[in-house]
């Protein structure tokens, strides 16, 4: 069975455009076949970026977005907050359309092709990400309790997850290293904040 995050270089590409307001800001987002939530954005995803940017007030950041799909994430923070974001997944199709809704929306970045945290070499002010749950809990732990050794001190992490997706014992477990506090709840998705001493 096909998932959003295998590359298939077979998947007949259908490029479709998709439109998002926040505050006055307005995006546009690149989409097809074969990347995550394709018609339209994710429910959790935009919940966790309107709960992230009602607390960061910060700019010139350097931003992570890890599993970013097109790139929905990471855009709209670096657009919002000014900021240096950089995009990764395992996605070839997700990470073409990234660099394309990066441009198209004038955000400053750049896409790596990566395992988790495998070509990531630099450290974050801020991580964001809407884990990959399909692909497992181990990936979905590796994000989350790694991301520690990306966060420049003072730095934090920011996810979603639906209760009924695992969200508190998912929780439950990172805070053996961290401080995670949940930020919102909403339509079944948790906001997390976490804070790695
Ligand atoms: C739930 S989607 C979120 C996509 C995007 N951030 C959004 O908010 O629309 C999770 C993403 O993680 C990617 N992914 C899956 N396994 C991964 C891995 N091992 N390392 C990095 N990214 C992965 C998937 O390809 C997918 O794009």
Redesign the pocket.
């Known amino acids: 069975m096909e998932h ?2 295998t590359n298939n270089n077979d998947l007949k590409s259908e490029l479709k455009t998709i439109s998002y307001q926040v505050e006055s800001y307005e995006f546009l987002f690149l989409s097809d076949n074969g ?3 394709k018609n339209k ?2 429910t ?2 935009k919940l ?1 970026i309107e709960t992230f940017l009602k607390q960061e007030t910060r700019t010139h950041l350097e931003i992570l ?10 855009v709209v923070s670096s657009v919002i907050l000014d900021s240096q974001v950089d995009m ?4 070839k199709r ?1 990470l073409h359309l990234a660099n394309l809704n990066l441009e198209k929306n004038k955000a400053k970045g750049s896409t790596i092709l ?3 945290y495998e070509n990531i070499k630099k450290k974050y002010d801020i991580i ?8 497992g809990k181990n ?1 979905v732990l ?2 989350l309790e790694n991301a520690k050794k990306y966060l420049k001190e003072e730095g934090s992490l920011w996810f979603v997850i639906r209760k009924d997706q695992g969200a508190k014992s998912i929780a439950k477990i990172l805070e053996k290293s961290a401080i995670c506090t949940i930020v919102e709840k909403s339509k079944g998705f948790y906001i997390f904040q976490a804070k790695f001493s």
């Open positions: 959003y995050f990347v995550f939530s954005i994710d959790g995803s966790l977005d890890v599993g970013c799909g097109y790139g929905f994430l990471g990764c997944d395992v996605n997700a990566s395992n988790c964001l990400t809407n884990p990959p749950i399909r692909a990936i590796n994000i």
